[in-house]
T-cell receptor, first 115, second 110 residues
Framework: GAGVSQSPSNKVTEKGKDVELRCDPISGHTALYWYRQSLGQGLEFLIYFQGNSAPDKSGLPSDRFSAERTGGSVSTLTIQRTQQEDSAVYLCASSLVSVHGETQYFGPGTRLLVL | RKEVEQDPGPFNVPEGATVAFNCTYS??????FFWYRQDCRKEPKLLMS???SGNEDGRFTAQLNRASQYISLLIRDSKLSDSATYLCVVPGGNDYKLSFGAGTTVTVRA
């Protein structure tokens, strides 16, 4: 079956512009995660969605970052007034349920470069 | 102290060699652990889960030492296709958060 998909695969933007990143999780997966991976660094947790529960936004680095998940499926991560330090790979993952033993399936990521 | 720490490597080994590396974690309450594999410019993919003292899957063996709070990954009879970055993953402070190490890079040469 189809895996997690993300778009765009690459995004180059100018400092100060807004960007929107999209994630399509695996059908039927109730848990959805956004991570950020900078060069040579581990994955940094950003936000978590589980069903209709309030999302855990504790990993968002600033109020310029926001995310939505519509209809319990597609999610968008929005970065307003982008800064050069926002340049990274943004990875989305989904899992069937939100417990530690459940495998997280990652999308291919969006490579964001802020000039 | 970081939640998860890994030797970044790189570990350069010839085909057929055995390579092993560790990961230390700070949350002593963690019960389950994972090794993910990430190929260059690709997404991470689950390699192994570790719930008790260890796990073995073919040429890959993961061992858990709770007393010293580290997990190891051993790769026997290395193949060129084993070249990748191996991410150590430890549950965070709640039911769903995972903490990822920065990864250990392994390069297998012919």
């Amino acid at each position: 079956g189809a895996g997690v998909s993300q778009s765009p695969s690459n995004k180059v933007t100018e400092k100060g512009k807004d960007v929107e990143l999209r994630c399509d999780p695996i059908s039927g997966h109730t848990a959805l995660y956004w991570y950020r991976q900078s060069l040579g660094q581990g994955l940094e947790f950003l936000i978590y969605f589980q069903g209709n529960s309030a999302p855990d936004k504790s990993g968002l680095p600033s109020d310029r970052f926001s995310a939505e998940r519509t209809g319990g499926s597609v999610s968008t991560l929005t970065i307003q007034r982008t800064q050069q330090e926002d340049s990274a790979v943004y990875l989305c993952a989904s899992s069937l349920v939100s417990v530690h033993g459940e495998t997280q399936y990652f999308g291919p990521g969006t490579r964001l470069l802020v000039l | 102290r970081k939640e998860v720490e890994q030797d970044p490597g790189p570990f350069n080994v010839p085909e057929g060699a055995t390579v092993a590396f560790n990961c230390t974690y700070s949350n002593s309450a963690s019960q389950s652990f994972f090794w993910y594999r990430q190929d260059c410019r690709k997404e991470p993919k689950l390699l192994m889960s570790v719930y008790s003292s260890g796990n073995e899957d073919g040429r890959f063996t993961a061992q858990l030492n709770r007393a010293s709070q580290y997990i190891s990954l051993l790769i026997r009879d290395s193949k060129l296709s084993d070249s990748a970055t191996y991410l150590c993953v430890v549950p965070g402070g709640n039911d769903y958060k995972l903490s990822f190490g920065a990864g250990t890079t392994v390069t297998v040469r012919a």
